[in-house]
């Protein structure tokens, strides 16, 4: 019976949660990656354009309530996400024209275009701020729980409870439902085909008559799926704040590269390897011991290798670990 | 003469600029513009030496600004005895570990052939080096930060001259740069930045919650000056006397006697922080030529035209013989140093030191925007990207209020696009900047005052 509550405990406060936000960071880190991949930079304006995205998903959830359309138990954001997605996508393709277009067909440095984008993310910040400010907002409703930890204590008689919130169960299915649907694109259709063709070889695959216009125009609305999804997602879990959207960006690169970059299934491992580093180096274990441990082994301290202030310190430390003793990531990215 | 117009003529505009928000807003704003543009010049020549020189890119401009800051706290700070008495010994052992760590693991590393038992014995080090890190700092940390936390609950500093951490926080940055360089200058540009980024990040978090060392989030206030206080001169004679002959004619208009001391009053006070911000302009001014000599001398020297030759073409210059691993390591912590010192005077000036503000946005990325503004590789074109950019920062929140109230003039006082429009007019700067360096790198992708190549 210990061992089951320690399990749930285990369970309940990190493996669970980890689960979460590594699907929130996977869906960044594949668009970073397939953004790295296809139009060749590192986009520094990641975590604002998730941020935009989110936008206006939290707008039209405030304007759907106000018209009193609702989702049932489910939050009313999930209904946004087509328009979400479609403002995102217009904005990306409008920023693509007036300002890596140039660049792209320049063919300038990566590191001109990395520049690019810090112009990029300075603008859609302003935009963010502007339209609607910098302040915390919530925008989940329906039902909060799917599992409660007074519910579960009475279904199975365990000391431990174990809960689910609802967010946490759609997160961890909408994120397999659009990656799986992704990867399908990509190994099985003719246009993903072509997409990878271009990422690994572009002038071999302009040769054989990929046109260049459609796979970044296509990449362009991959990507405004995933980052709209993913924001939405992270915000309906936390809570939407453009600040905390910024700096997600860390995060987010250090689950792309860490996995290699340029590879999305090693960004979509890579988001699960920081998600889960972090909580199970930051959680205090001295719950989970006292279950297994005979009596006079029970720790006193709280047993926490790290306090929780160094979270986002563990995911960057992974990054230079694995930057210094393999540079192209756990799975084989682009050769840096 | 000709070569140097187009500098002559952009600088003279800056400070016309500066000198209006003196007469339009107040002079005490505008010294506080100029102080924190020489700053940020400052920084800009660090980043300028870095990227402009040597094509290396350095976003952890953060991390260096935050160890500077963190040199003043360390140096200029009375100690705290009680800290000391209670976990200096254990702290100073924690040090000796970690001096161990590294030299074991250097040992290791040049004694023993590359193979799995040296990495196990390398992980075996670090492993039981941080659990005895863990054991011993442990109690410590807790009692020190337990000694009169709401006003010490730190270790304290050395209580030296301020003046003295300028150079520390130069010395501090290069510590940081050396192992930041060794890790990561062989990465592909656009990783390095990132690389760097997240390295700053790790810096600042350390500092943030490591409250034995500098207080943390609680910040360290009160700091010492190398200008007098405004308090003080505002009750010194000399000053007075100063103010009074300044000011003469405005003096000889009032009535009766009383109201003369209210307006000398008032005027002293004026002058006293606008006295306490020249001094601080001065000091500034002076670290500012010194460097941008020194900058000058190196790009034009036979060093110089190295880097230049390095950055272009790395191979070929490989092939001619110059080290550009050992070069890009030391032009990296030479330019790293320059930011940590600016890091210490920006701390020194604001008289406090608040690891909570150390934010990417502010000290990377409006650093970087100066850099290519003002025009990369030329060290007048990074001053002046550095007084551009700040002054645009400051004052973009009045010049869009001023432009949304010209726009929505026609609009009701309650209009809701109006009120929101004039809500959000601090963001504006985001905007401004935002665009201002994506049309500089558009059109002028070599900056304001491009680089210029002497023909010998």
């Given amino acids: 019976m210990d061992l089951i509550n320690a399990v749930i405990v285990l369970l309940n406060y990190t493996i669970i949660p980890a689960l979460t936000y590594g699907s929130q960071l996977a869906l960044g880190a594949i668009f970073v990656t397939l953004i790295y991949g296809i139009l060749r930079f590192a986009n520094f304006a990641t975590g604002d354009m998730m941020s935009f995205g989110t936008m206006f998903a939290v707008l039209l959830t405030y304007y759907f309530q106000s018209i009193g359309i609702s989702f049932g138990f489910l939050p009313t954001a999930l209904l946004t996400i087509p328009f979400a997605i479609f403002m995102m996508i217009l904005y990306m393709l409008i920023i693509d024209q007036t300002v890596f277009k140039y660049y792209r067909i320049k063919k300038s440095p990566p590191v001109m275009l990395a520049m690019v984008s810090v112009g990029v993310m300075f603008v859609t910040q302003a935009i963010i701020r502007i339209i609607i400010g910098p302040t915390d907002r919530r925008f989940l409703d329906g039902e909060k729980f799917i599992l409660k930890a007074t519910e579960f204590k009475e279904m199975t008689g365990l000391s431990e409870g174990l809960t689910i919130k609802s967010t946490q169960m759609i997160t961890i299915v909408v994120t397999i439902i659009v990656v799986a649907i992704m990867f399908w694109f990509l190994n099985k259709t003719k246009t993903g085909t072509s997409m990878r063709a271009y990422s690994d070889n572009e002038e071999l695959a302009l040769l054989s008559g990929i046109d260049p216009k459609k796979v970044v125009l296509i990449t362009w609305i991959i990507a405004g799926i995933l980052a709209t999804i993913g924001g939405i997602l992270y915000g309906l879990d936390k809570s939407y704040r453009p600040f905390v959207y910024f700096n997600n960006m860390l995060p987010i690169f250090a689950a792309a590269i860490v996995g290699g970059i340029g590879n999305p299934y090693g960004a979509f491992f890579g988001g699960y390897v920081i998600a889960f580093a972090e909580i199970f180096l930051t959680y205090a274990y001295k719950r989970f011991l006292v279950y297994i441990l005979p009596e006079s082994l029970e720790p006193n301290s709280l047993m926490q290798l790290l306090s929780t202030d160094y979270k986002f310190a563990i995911s960057f430390s992974i990054l230079v670990i694995v930057l210094i003793f393999r540079p192209s990531g756990i799975f084989e990215g682009k050769r840096i | 003469m000709r070569n140097y117009l187009n500098i002559i003529i952009a600088y003279s505009i800056m400070m016309l600029l500066i000198i209006l928000v003196g007469i339009f807003q107040s002079w005490s704003i505008a010294l506080t513009i100029f102080n924190y543009c020489m700053i940020s010049a400052v920084m800009t020549l660090g980043a300028n030496i870095q990227w ?405």
């Fill in chain 2, 52 to 456: 402009g020189y040597a094509g290396l890119i350095n976003f952890g401009i953060m991390g260096y600004t935050a160890l500077g800051g963190l040199a003043v706290v360390l140096v200029s700070v009375a100690p705290v005895p009680e800290a000391w008495s209670v976990g200096g010994v254990n702290m100073i052992t924690c040090l000796g570990i970690i001096i161990l760590m590294i030299f074991s693991t250097r040992y290791i590393l040049k004694n023993i052939q590359k193979s799995n038992k040296r990495n196990y014995l390398i992980a075996g080090i670090i492993i039981v080096g941080l659990i005895l890190i863990k054991i011993i700092a442990g109690p410590a940390i807790e009692q020190i930060e337990a000694v009169d936390p709401a006003k010490t609950g730190f270790l304290g500093g050395l209580g030296l001259p301020v003046l003295f951490s300028w150079i520390v926080g130069g010395l501090f940055a290069a510590g940081l740069a050396f192992i930041v360089g060794k890790v990561a200058l062989g990465l592909r540009a656009d990783y390095l930045a990132i690389a760097t980024l997240l390295i700053a990040e790790i810096v600042v978090s350390i500092i943030k919650h490591e409250d034995w060392l500098a207080r943390g989030v609680k910040n360290v206030i009160g700091l010492k000056r190398p200008a007098p206080y405004e308090i003080d001169l505002q009750t010194s004679p000399w000053f007075i006397n100063l103010v009074e002959k300044f000011h003469s004619a405005k003096l000889d208009l009032a009535n009766s006697l009383t109201e003369r001391q209210d307006v000398l009053n008032q005027l002293v006070i004026d002058a006293s922080s606008v006295y306490v911000k020249l001094c601080f302009a001065g000091m500034f001014l002076v670290v500012v030529i010194i460097l941008l000599i020194i900058t000058q001398k190196a790009l034009y020297s036979p060093w110089g035209r190295m880097m230049r030759a390095i950055r272009d073409n790395e191979e070929a210059a490989s092939a001619m013989g110059k080290n550009v691993v050992k070069q890009h390591l030391f032009i990296f912590i030479l330019g790293s140093a320059i930011v940590g010192i600016a890091g210490a005077m920006m701390v020194t000036n604001d008289g406090l030191f608040t690891p909570g503000s150390y934010r990417p946005m502010r000290y990377t990325f409006v650093i970087w925007v100066m850099v290519i503004v003002g025009g990369t590789g030329n060290n007048f074109g990074a001053i002046l990207g550095g007084f551009v950019v700040w002054f645009l920062w400051v004052e973009a929140a009045p010049i869009a209020l001023f432009f949304i109230n010209l726009f929505t003039a026609h609009l009701p006082e309650t209009n809701e696009i109006k009120v929101h429009l004039i809500n959000s007019a601090p963001y504006f700067r985001f905007l401004l900047v935002g665009i201002g360096l994506l049309l500089i790198m558009r059109f002028r992708p070599q900056g304001i005052i491009p680089e210029k190549i002497i023909k010998q």
